[in-house]
T-cell receptor, first 113, second 114 residues
Framework: KNQVEQSPQSLIILEGKNCTLQCNYTVSPFSNLRWYKQDTGRGPVSLTIMTFSENTKSNGRYTATLDADTKQSSLHITASQLSDSASYICVVRGGYNFNKFYFGSGTKLNVKP | SAVISQKPSRDICQRGTSLTIQCQVDSQVTMMFWYRQQPGQSLTLIATANQGSEATYESGFVIDKFPISRPNLTFSTLTVSNMSPEDSSIYLC???????????FGEGSRLTVL
C-alpha cells in the first residue's frame, strides 16, 4: 500500500535552534517528493522538490535530503525563526502512471521566542 | 506559478443547507483538484475536476454529496450538499503546474456547519 508517514507529529523548539523533520514513504513507483509549508489559515506552499537522483537540496534555511534506497526524506531547518511556525507536509508523487499525490499527515512546528 | 483565488474564504452554514465554493486560476491548467483538510489533519483528495466531463471521485466521496463543475480550464466549483457538522473542514482547490508538475493551492475555504 502506498503511504507517507511523517514524524514527529508536533515539535516545539526555541527560536534560533535547528530541527529535523522526517518523512518515510512506501510509494512505488516513485516520481518525486516535495516538502510543503502550510501556515495557519493558508494553503500549502512548496519549499523544495526531490527527484530520484537528488540527495540534498537547499532553499535558504531549509535543506531537504532524500535516500531513495531506504525511502526516507528529511527536512532540516537551520536557525529557526518565529515565522517558521507552521505545518510541514511531505508529498510523494508516484504510484500507477506516476500520477498520484500521496500526502503525509504533517509535522506541526511551533517556534517559541 | 499559478495564482488561485477561492471564495468564500470562510462561511458558517446551517445543517441541511448546501454551499458552493468557487476556484479561479490565473492561467489555463489541465489538472485541477479539490481537497478536504479536517481540523489538525493533512489533505485528502476529494476529486479531480475534469474539463468537459464528469469529475473523478476518490473512494469515500460521491457526486451527490460533492457535485463539481469545470466549465473551462480556469474555473471550477465544488458544492458541499446537505451539510452536517461532520462537513466542517477546510476545502482547498489545487492545480498542477504544467511545467514543473508542482501542486499550487488556493488559500482554502473554511466551512463551519452548525
Amino acid at each position: 500500500k502506498n503511504q507517507v508517514e511523517q514524524s514527529p507529529q508536533s515539535l516545539i523548539i526555541l527560536e534560533g535552534k535547528n530541527c529535523t523533520l522526517q518523512c518515510n514513504y512506501t510509494v512505488s513507483p516513485f516520481s518525486n517528493l516535495r516538502w510543503y509549508k502550510q501556515d495557519t489559515g493558508r494553503g500549502p506552499v512548496s519549499l523544495t522538490i526531490m527527484t530520484f537522483s537528488e540527495n540534498t537540496k537547499s532553499n535558504g534555511r531549509y535543506t531537504a535530503t532524500l535516500d531513495a534506497d531506504t525511502k526516507q526524506s528529511s527536512l532540516h531547518i537551520t536557525a529557526s525563526q518565529l515565522s517558521d511556525s507552521a505545518s510541514y507536509i511531505c508529498v510523494v508523487r508516484g504510484g500507477y502512471n506516476f500520477n498520484k499525490f500521496y500526502f503525509g499527515s504533517g509535522t506541526k512546528l511551533n517556534v517559541k521566542p | 506559478s499559478a495564482v488561485i483565488s477561492q471564495k468564500p474564504s470562510r462561511d458558517i452554514c446551517q445543517r441541511g443547507t448546501s454551499l458552493t465554493i468557487q476556484c479561479q486560476v490565473d492561467s489555463q491548467v489541465t489538472m485541477m483538484f479539490w481537497y478536504r483538510q479536517q481540523p489538525g489533519q493533512s489533505l485528502t483528495l476529494i476529486a479531480t475536476a475534469n474539463q468537459g466531463s464528469e469529475a473523478t471521485y476518490e473512494s469515500g466521496f460521491v457526486i451527490d454529496k460533492f457535485p463539481i463543475s469545470r466549465p473551462n480550464l480556469t474555473f471550477s466549483t465544488l458544492t458541499v450538499s446537505n451539510m452536517s457538522p461532520e462537513d466542517s473542514s477546510i476545502y482547498l482547490c489545487s492545480v498542477e503546474g504544467r511545467r514543473t508538475g508542482e501542486l499550487f493551492f488556493g488559500e482554502g475555504s473554511r466551512l463551519t456547519v452548525l
